[in-house]
């Protein structure tokens, strides 16, 4: 009897060995992430430049992309786990049988800038105008909302690539963009206009998405991801910009970065997105097209990971 007893024990312990202790996750793969070169990909790059990942258990190669277009490429042909996107993003990528959930938001402010010499310091003047932005994305939905409230209408005028699009602004050969940050300050700088700004209109509709293969058997993997996530949010937020600003230049921010970056940094943690601003993408995407069938708030998302 006490043999049997002393084997069971020893089955446990072996237990507890092989499955790490207290309650934290097996984490058995590594993640691909695509990021573009945009103010929700910070934390993820800081996080990977500071092991943060790697202290959680585990392994995360991050994939720079110049334009959403490469990196949906990159999703459609099963080459990338998880993204920074959008809500509409995740509506297409659904409808097209690619189901990327939406697992959390994303820090992001994008502002509506006019080109230098355009004369163009509002609304009234930019109406009818060129706005150069990539459809069916949240940069679109932000102009629509922005040009709805202040009853104008826009030209579109589309250049998927991020330092193309930058570049056509300062040299006037369009009449504004929409961009987020830190490259929007940038522009302003440079002497780009600020004419409006998403946090102003109270637009929130970035996102992390994963696929729902990985979040379906890789659980542990995506908490792991956020615990990282959010150390690197407590880091930018005390840490001069200075300290990590060299590293954004290896996934596609230009060398000049370091300048804008803000050293009051006032990120946030992982969080929600809200129903409602799902309930207003879902309608503008129905609208123009680019769904066809309805879904509901949890069709698409799954907050799990972050509570």
Not at 249 to 278: R, V
């Amino acid at each position: 009897m006490k043999k049997i007893f002393l084997l069971i024990l020893i089955l446990i312990i072996s237990t507890v060995s092989v499955f790490g202790c207290g309650n934290k996750e097996v984490i058995k793969e590594e993640i691909k992430f695509g990021v573009l070169p945009a103010e929700g990909a910070i934390p993820i790059i800081v996080a990977h430049d500071k092991g943060y990942f790697e202290k959680e258990g585990l392994k995360v190669e991050v994939v720079p992309f110049n334009s959403p277009n490469e990196r949906n490429v990159a999703v459609q042909t099963g080459k990338i786990d998880g993204i920074i996107a959008d809500i509409m993003t995740s509506l297409t990528y659904h409808d097209a049988g690619f189901n990327m959930k939406i697992t959390s938001d994303i820090n992001e402010d994008f502002k509506l800038l006019t080109a230098p010499n355009s004369g163009i310091d509002s609304f009234e003047k930019l109406n009818n105008k060129e706005v150069s932005l990539v459809p069916n994305f949240v940069l679109e939905y932000i102009m629509d909302e922005m040009a709805k409230e202040n009853n104008i209408k826009y030209k579109t005028v589309v250049i998927p690539s991020i330092p193309t699009r930058f570049e056509a602004l300062l040299s006037n050969q369009v009449d504004s963009v929409i961009f987020t940050e830190p490259q929007a300050s940038m522009l302003s700088k440079k002497g780009g206009n600020v004419l409006a700004s998403s946090k102003e209109y109270g637009i929130k509709a970035g996102a992390i998405l994963f696929n729902e293969k990985v979040t379906n058997e890789n659980k542990g993997a995506i908490k792991a991801f956020y615990r990282g996530y959010n150390k690197a949010v407590e880091y930018i937020n005390n840490t001069d910009a200075k300290e990590y600003s060299k590293v954004l230049t290896n996934y596609g921010f230009p060398n000049t970065i370091k300048g804008y970056l803000n050293n009051n940094s006032d990120y946030k943690k992982a969080n929600k997105l809200d129903k409602e601003t799902f309930r207003s993408v879902l309608e503008w995407t129905k609208s123009k097209g680019i769904v066809k069938k309805d879904y509901t708030f949890e069709d698409i998302s799954n907050f799990n990971f972050i509570k």
